[in-house]
Protein backbone atom coordinates (compact mmCIF):
# COMPACT_ATOMS: atom_id res chain seq x y z
CA UNK A 1 0.00 0.00 0.00
CA UNK A 2 1.19 3.18 -1.00
CA UNK A 3 2.08 5.63 1.80
CA UNK A 4 0.13 8.86 0.54
CA UNK A 5 -2.79 8.16 -2.25
CA UNK A 6 -4.76 9.98 -3.97
CA UNK A 7 -7.25 9.62 -7.44
CA UNK A 8 -5.41 10.58 -10.13
CA UNK A 9 -8.13 11.98 -12.14
CA UNK A 10 -7.81 13.92 -13.83
CA UNK A 11 -10.86 16.46 -13.15
CA UNK A 12 -11.95 18.22 -15.48
CA UNK A 13 -14.48 21.20 -14.21
CA UNK A 14 -15.78 24.38 -15.81
CA UNK A 15 -14.41 27.88 -14.99
CA UNK A 16 -16.31 28.70 -11.78
CA UNK A 17 -16.78 25.18 -9.95
CA UNK A 18 -16.10 24.41 -7.11
CA UNK A 19 -13.28 21.12 -6.83
CA UNK A 20 -12.56 18.71 -4.30
CA UNK A 21 -9.63 16.67 -3.67
CA UNK A 22 -8.95 14.30 -0.78
CA UNK A 23 -5.90 12.24 -0.09
CA UNK A 24 -5.17 9.17 2.53
CA UNK A 25 -2.18 8.64 4.31
CA UNK A 26 -0.95 5.76 5.96
CA UNK A 27 1.26 6.59 8.39
CA UNK A 28 -0.24 7.58 11.79
CA UNK A 29 2.65 8.72 13.01
CA UNK A 30 2.94 11.53 10.07
CA UNK A 31 2.82 14.88 11.32
CA UNK A 32 2.91 18.05 9.18
CA UNK A 33 1.03 17.73 5.62
CA UNK A 34 1.29 20.29 2.65
CA UNK A 35 -0.63 20.47 -0.99
CA UNK A 36 2.10 21.30 -3.59
CA UNK A 37 1.23 22.41 -6.90
CA UNK A 38 2.93 21.16 -10.27
CA UNK A 39 2.19 22.87 -13.51
CA UNK A 40 2.60 20.92 -16.88
CA UNK A 41 6.63 20.58 -17.78
CA UNK A 42 7.19 22.36 -14.45
CA UNK A 43 8.94 21.56 -10.82
CA UNK A 44 6.66 21.22 -7.68
CA UNK A 45 5.76 24.32 -5.70
CA UNK A 46 4.35 24.32 -2.11
CA UNK A 47 0.70 25.65 -2.03
CA UNK A 48 -0.29 25.07 1.42
CA UNK A 49 0.38 23.61 4.65
CA UNK A 50 -2.57 21.89 6.24
CA UNK A 51 -3.35 22.66 9.82
CA UNK A 52 -5.46 20.60 12.19
CA UNK A 53 -7.99 23.60 12.80
CA UNK A 54 -8.18 23.67 8.95
CA UNK A 55 -6.78 26.73 6.98
CA UNK A 56 -7.93 29.16 3.93
CA UNK A 57 -5.84 31.03 1.58
CA UNK A 58 -8.14 32.66 -0.69
CA UNK A 59 -9.83 30.08 -3.05
CA UNK A 60 -8.33 27.69 -1.21
CA UNK A 61 -8.92 26.14 1.97
CA UNK A 62 -7.65 22.65 3.08
CA UNK A 63 -8.45 20.59 6.16
CA UNK A 64 -7.16 17.21 7.50
CA UNK A 65 -8.84 14.63 9.76
CA UNK A 66 -6.32 13.13 11.74
CA UNK A 67 -8.53 10.56 13.02
CA UNK A 68 -9.16 9.35 8.76
CA UNK A 69 -6.17 9.86 8.22
CA UNK A 70 -7.17 12.02 5.28
CA UNK A 71 -6.40 15.48 3.67
CA UNK A 72 -8.46 17.60 1.46
CA UNK A 73 -8.17 20.64 -0.50
CA UNK A 74 -10.90 22.88 -1.64
CA UNK A 75 -10.75 25.18 -4.99
CA UNK A 76 -13.63 27.82 -4.84
CA UNK A 77 -14.31 29.73 -8.17
CA UNK A 78 -12.10 27.77 -10.25
CA UNK A 79 -9.88 29.50 -12.62
CA UNK A 80 -7.90 28.48 -16.24
CA UNK A 81 -4.98 28.99 -14.00
CA UNK A 82 -5.84 26.62 -11.85
CA UNK A 83 -5.16 23.33 -14.34
CA UNK A 84 -2.26 21.75 -13.14
CA UNK A 85 -1.18 18.43 -10.27
CA UNK A 86 -2.32 18.83 -7.31
CA UNK A 87 0.39 16.95 -5.11
CA UNK A 88 -0.54 15.66 -1.10
CA UNK A 89 2.68 15.44 1.07
CA UNK A 90 3.04 14.31 4.02
CA UNK A 91 5.86 14.66 6.73
CA UNK A 92 6.87 12.21 9.61
CA UNK A 93 7.97 13.10 12.91
CA UNK A 94 11.46 14.25 13.51
CA UNK A 95 12.74 14.17 9.70
CA UNK A 96 12.52 16.42 7.13
CA UNK A 97 12.08 13.80 4.67
CA UNK A 98 8.69 14.35 2.58
CA UNK A 99 6.26 11.66 0.69
CA UNK A 100 4.83 12.25 -1.88
CA UNK A 101 1.29 11.75 -3.52
CA UNK A 102 0.89 10.97 -7.14
CA UNK A 103 -0.85 13.66 -8.08
CA UNK A 104 -4.30 14.76 -8.78
CA UNK A 105 -4.65 16.21 -12.39
CA UNK A 106 -7.20 19.17 -12.38
CA UNK A 107 -8.49 20.55 -15.84
CA UNK A 108 -10.39 23.75 -15.79
CA UNK A 109 -11.71 24.57 -19.12
CA UNK A 110 -13.77 27.66 -20.24
CA UNK B 1 14.29 35.44 -5.18
CA UNK B 2 14.74 31.46 -4.17
CA UNK B 3 16.77 29.78 -6.59
CA UNK B 4 17.73 26.16 -7.29
CA UNK B 5 19.32 25.48 -10.54
CA UNK B 6 20.10 22.24 -12.42
CA UNK B 7 23.09 21.98 -14.76
CA UNK B 8 20.73 20.46 -17.66
CA UNK B 9 17.47 20.47 -18.61
CA UNK B 10 17.34 17.85 -21.43
CA UNK B 11 20.40 14.58 -21.34
CA UNK B 12 20.86 12.01 -23.83
CA UNK B 13 23.44 9.24 -22.67
CA UNK B 14 24.30 5.70 -23.60
CA UNK B 15 23.94 2.51 -21.73
CA UNK B 16 26.74 2.50 -19.23
CA UNK B 17 28.02 6.08 -19.59
CA UNK B 18 28.68 7.52 -16.03
CA UNK B 19 26.64 10.42 -15.69
CA UNK B 20 26.98 13.22 -13.35
CA UNK B 21 24.09 15.83 -12.44
CA UNK B 22 24.51 18.55 -10.56
CA UNK B 23 22.50 21.31 -8.57
CA UNK B 24 23.04 24.74 -6.53
CA UNK B 25 21.21 26.59 -4.58
CA UNK B 26 21.56 30.29 -3.28
CA UNK B 27 19.48 29.84 -0.06
CA UNK B 28 21.88 28.67 2.60
CA UNK B 29 19.93 25.97 3.14
CA UNK B 30 21.17 22.86 5.34
CA UNK B 31 19.06 20.22 3.54
CA UNK B 32 19.36 19.16 -0.09
CA UNK B 33 17.34 16.32 -1.78
CA UNK B 34 17.45 13.98 -4.81
CA UNK B 35 13.88 12.75 -6.37
CA UNK B 36 13.00 11.11 -9.66
CA UNK B 37 9.68 10.94 -11.18
CA UNK B 38 8.02 8.91 -13.24
CA UNK B 39 4.18 8.73 -14.80
CA UNK B 40 2.07 7.21 -12.26
CA UNK B 41 4.91 6.42 -9.60
CA UNK B 42 5.23 10.18 -8.50
CA UNK B 43 8.31 11.54 -6.86
CA UNK B 44 10.70 9.08 -5.10
CA UNK B 45 13.39 10.01 -2.87
CA UNK B 46 17.15 8.64 -4.74
CA UNK B 47 19.12 10.44 -1.44
CA UNK B 48 19.35 13.67 1.00
CA UNK B 49 21.95 15.64 2.82
CA UNK B 50 21.50 17.96 5.82
CA UNK B 51 24.80 18.79 5.74
CA UNK B 52 27.89 18.91 4.14
CA UNK B 53 29.60 15.60 3.00
CA UNK B 54 26.57 13.95 4.91
CA UNK B 55 24.12 11.89 3.12
CA UNK B 56 21.53 9.87 3.91
CA UNK B 57 20.12 6.72 1.40
CA UNK B 58 16.44 7.58 0.61
CA UNK B 59 13.84 5.27 -0.82
CA UNK B 60 15.18 4.17 -4.28
CA UNK B 61 18.92 4.87 -3.71
CA UNK B 62 20.30 1.27 -5.67
CA UNK B 63 22.25 2.31 -9.23
CA UNK B 64 23.23 5.71 -7.91
CA UNK B 65 25.49 8.01 -4.95
CA UNK B 66 25.58 11.62 -4.52
CA UNK B 67 28.55 13.91 -3.20
CA UNK B 68 28.12 17.20 -1.22
CA UNK B 69 31.34 18.68 -0.72
CA UNK B 70 29.88 22.58 -0.64
CA UNK B 71 26.83 23.54 1.26
CA UNK B 72 25.64 25.06 -2.25
CA UNK B 73 25.98 22.02 -4.42
CA UNK B 74 24.57 18.58 -3.88
CA UNK B 75 25.77 16.28 -7.06
CA UNK B 76 23.79 12.82 -8.20
CA UNK B 77 26.04 10.34 -9.87
CA UNK B 78 24.73 7.43 -11.99
CA UNK B 79 27.78 4.81 -11.92
CA UNK B 80 26.81 3.15 -14.91
CA UNK B 81 23.66 4.38 -16.61
CA UNK B 82 21.02 1.81 -17.64
CA UNK B 83 17.68 2.41 -19.35
CA UNK B 84 15.60 1.84 -16.53
CA UNK B 85 16.97 5.25 -15.11
CA UNK B 86 15.42 7.32 -18.05
CA UNK B 87 13.82 9.44 -15.86
CA UNK B 88 13.01 13.25 -14.54
CA UNK B 89 15.49 14.26 -12.35
CA UNK B 90 14.46 16.81 -9.26
CA UNK B 91 17.06 18.09 -7.31
CA UNK B 92 15.35 20.38 -3.84
CA UNK B 93 16.38 22.21 -1.42
CA UNK B 94 14.88 23.15 2.10
CA UNK B 95 15.03 24.00 5.84
CA UNK B 96 12.38 22.61 7.37
CA UNK B 97 9.57 21.28 5.97
CA UNK B 98 8.96 23.67 2.84
CA UNK B 99 11.38 22.03 -0.53
CA UNK B 100 12.08 24.47 -3.31
CA UNK B 101 12.44 22.36 -6.72
CA UNK B 102 14.76 22.95 -9.08
CA UNK B 103 13.27 22.96 -12.82
CA UNK B 104 14.66 19.66 -13.19
CA UNK B 105 16.29 17.11 -15.56
CA UNK B 106 14.94 15.27 -17.90
CA UNK B 107 17.65 11.91 -19.02
CA UNK B 108 17.41 9.61 -21.47
CA UNK B 109 19.81 6.52 -20.91
CA UNK B 110 19.77 4.48 -25.00
Known amino acids: RKEVEQDPGPFNVPEGATVAFNCTYS??????FFWYRQDCRKEPKLLMS???SGNEDGRFTAQLNRASQYISLLIRDSKLSDSATYLC???????????FGTGTRLQVFP | DVKVTQSSRYLVKRTGEKVFLECVQD?????MFWYRQDPGLGLRLIYFSYDVKMKEKGDIPEGYSVSREKKERFSLILESASTNQTSMYLC?????????FGPGTRLTVT
Open chain 1, 50 to 52: VYS
Open chain 1, 27 to 32: NSASQS
Open chain 2, 27 to 31: MDHEN
Open chain 1, 89 to 99: VVNTRNTDKLI
Open chain 2, 92 to 100: ASGQGYEQY
